[in-house]
């Protein structure tokens, strides 16, 4: 027998929902797109060789600098210039907009749900207490993203510079010397962000969803802000589940028979006409689901990320240098054991043309092979290559997390 309620979907429905289906794609396959740019616009430094920082060069500078060549070609002037600043405005100065555009998503999204997930609470599967957490988590979303947006990073001047002196001086990745730009000490773990205008104390990153620098003094609420946004996407995600599973038992929409409205043709249930089905009945809600599901998975993947930096004590800015720190140790790595075996193979030639058993050092200068093909004395080679230089502000994860959530500069002086 044919369910009445599962009978109205095939007919005219179906190409309705076929439409709804593939608008649900474009919008997944736009947020993953979304999703890429904005993670390389926040994790890539441009000034790094790594491969995020590269995208992030082209799509900052490359990419503006052949759509303003195209427009100059075809006498696009006072648009190309429009364009620019547009450009100059979002990128490179503080802005609200895409902050206006995170309360726009985050709030619509909510009421949405309330709208149209709200009066199915309770359900076999949800209780009607849910109602109440939901608008916890909500809130709590809000709160974190007010605090990291408002919470001041970290902001170096010369009045505040010995305040903010919490770290050594590594000789790797920082060394004394002064901002060209803010003309103040340049101090360790500290960079001077283009878009804020200011040096920022234990620099991360900035972060054009909280219209803000993310630094040591902001980074524990940038952190909450991430996991609250994470664990509240996939409790919204499990919500939506449980509405919709109710609605398919009490339609019992997996034991059903469709019928096609124009031919009469019966169609056994499957799980992509019952999703076909959902998706006309419910599309908001299908909508949510799958926008918790991506959104919530590249927060959590996200959160993650930056709880790897936590337990190595690197910030992202860090990241991309001790990757071009790895870069140089292995060129020198590679470098040395070229020049090894050069001095090996010479030293066996040496040995080879010696008659009189003297030490191979001084065959080597009389006979002239003790200068490599790039003019370095093989002699004065080290024996072993040279260590890769350890970040001596990893402390242990314990440690490292108490700096996150205890800045050193809030700390008392000892």
Not at 55 to 71: C, E, G, K, S, V
Not at 301 to 330: P, Q
Not at 366 to 386: I, K, R, V
Request: proline content about 5%.
């Amino acid at each position: 027998p044919a369910s009445p309620a599962a009978a109205r979907a095939p007919g005219r429905g179906r190409a309705v929902t076929a439409t709804m289906v593939d608008t649900m794609v474009v919008l997944v396959g736009w947020m993953g797109c979304f999703g890429c740019v904005a993670a390389i616009l926040v994790c890539g430094d441009p000034e790094s060789g790594s491969c995020m920082g590269r995208a992030n060069a082209w799509l900052q500078l490359t990419l503006p600098d052949l759509i303003r060549a195209a427009f100059l070609k075809f006498g696009g002037g006072p648009v190309l210039n429009f364009f620019g600043w547009l450009r100059d405005y979002f990128c490179w100065r503080p802005n609200p907009i895409v902050q206006v555009m995170y309360l726009a998503l985050v709030i619509g999204g909510f009421g949405t749900f309330i709208v149209k997930g709200y009066p199915f609470l309770p359900n076999a599967y949800m209780g009607g207490w849910h109602r109440y957490t939901g608008l916890v988590c909500m809130a709590t979303c809000l709160v974190t993203f007010v605090l990291a947006s408002s919470t001041a990073p970290g902001t170096i001047s010369k009045k505040s510079a010995r305040e903010f002196d919490c770290y050594p001086y590594d000789d790797v990745l920082y060394e004394r010397r002064e901002c060209e730009t803010c003309e103040v000490a340049k101090l360790a773990r500290s960079k001077h962000c283009r878009v804020c205008d200011i040096c920022v104390s234990r620099f991360d990153h900035h972060c054009i969803w909280l219209n803000n620098c993310v630094g040591e003094r902001n980074y524990r609420w940038f952190l909450s802000f991430l996991l609250i946004h994470a664990v509240t996407l996939y409790y919204g995600l499990f919500a939506a589940l449980a509405i919709l599973k109710s609605h398919a038992d009490e339609k019992n929409l997996m034991g059903a028979v469709f019928v096609h409205r124009t031919t009469g043709e019966k169609i056994p249930a499957g799980y992509t006409v019952v999703f076909q089905y959902l998706m006309f009945h419910y599309g908001a809600l299908m909508g949510l689901l799958i926008m918790c599901a991506v959104m919530g998975t590249v927060l959590f993947g996200f959160w993650g990320y930056h709880m790897w930096l936590v337990a190595k004590n690197e910030t992202t800015n860090e990241s991309f240098k001790w990757g071009s720190v790895r870069h140089e140790h292995a060129r020198i790595s590679r470098r040395w054991r070229a020049l090894q075996r050069q001095l090996e193979e010479a030293r066996a030639l040496a040995r080879k043309q010696d008659k009189e058993g003297r030490d191979d050092d001084a065959v080597l200068e009389g006979l002239g092979l003790s200068t490599a093909t790039d003019g370095t004395d093989l002699l004065d080679l080290p024996t072993q290559a040279p260590p890769m230089p350890i970040n001596r502000y990893n402390h242990g994860f314990w440690a490292n997390l108490g700096e996150v959530m205890r800045p050193r500069s809030l700390r008392p002086l000892d």
